[in-house]
C-alpha cells in the first residue's frame, strides 16, 4: 500500500515559525547576555544555525553556537541491532553559568532530549537549560516540554513526522505520512 504524505509546513511556515521562536527566546532571556544555542545533530544543529542568524540580525550579536551528538547517551542502543554512528560534538565555549537553549526539529517522546541534557551536563554547569523545537508531536514518556515551539502538530502513534530542510535534503517542509500498512 502507498504510504500517504501530507505536507503540514512549507518553507514560508518554518521560516516564519523560526522568526517567531527567535523573538521568543530573546524576549524570555531579556536579550543575548551570557546565552548560547546548541544544537542537537542532525536537524537541531541546523535549525540553531538558523535561528543563530536571526538573532544576529535582530540583536546585531552573534551568539555562541554549539553541536552536540547524543549517540552514546542514548537509552535504546543496547535495544538495537543497527551499528552505531558517532557524530561530532563541538561546544567552543563554556557551558558554565550560560543560558543554554537545546536546539532540535521534532519532539516525540522526550527521550532525545533527556539525553542530550546528560550529555550537556558532561561539558559544563549551565544555569539553565531551555528546549527550543520546530515541532512538537506530542506522545510524551518523560515529563519533558518545549519552552519555544514552531508547531504543534498532533499525530497518531503510527504516523511519523518528516522535517526536511534545504542544508540535508535539499527543501524546507514538514510532512506528515501514515506509516499503516
Not at 505536507?7 to 522568526?19: F, H, P
Not at 537553549?101 to 519532539?107: A, E, F, K, Q, Y
Request: glycine share 8%; aromatic share 4%.
Amino acid at each position: 500500500m502507498d504510504q500517504k504524505k501530507k505536507i503540514v509546513m512549507d518553507a514560508e511556515g518554518i521560516d516564519r515559525s523560526l522568526a517567531r521562536v527567535a523573538y521568543e527566546i530573546l524576549e524570555k532571556n531579556k536579550g543575548v547576555d551570557d546565552l548560547c544555542l546548541v544544537g542537537i545533530r542532525t536537524g537541531g544543529v541546523y535549525l540553531a544555525d538558523r535561528l543563530k542568524e536571526k538573532i544576529s540580525r535582530i540583536e546585531g550579536i552573534d551568539v555562541p553556537i554549539g553541536i552536540l551528538d547524543i549517540t552514546l547517551y542514548r537509552d535504546d542502543l543496547r535495544m538495537s541491532n543497527r551499528k552505531t554512528r558517532l557524530g561530532k560534538t563541538d561546544i567552543p565555549f563554556s557551558l558554565d553559568n550560560k543560558k543554554v537553549v537545546l536546539v532540535d526539529d521534532v519532539l516525540f517522546t522526550g527521550r532525545t532530549i533527556r539525553a542530550a541534557m546528560d550529555a550537556l551536563i558532561d561539558f559544563g554547569r549551565p544555569r539553565l537549560i531551555q528546549l527550543a523545537v520546530l515541532i512538537d508531536r506530542g506522545h510524551r514518556e518523560l515529563p519533558i516540554r518545549a519552552d519555544f515551539v514552531g508547531k504543534n502538530l498532533p499525530s497518531s502513534l503510527w504516523e511519523s513526522v518528516i522535517v526536511s530542510l534545504t542544508e540535508k535534503n535539499g527543501s524546507d517542509e514538514v510532512l506528515i505520512q501514515d506509516s499503516n500498512d
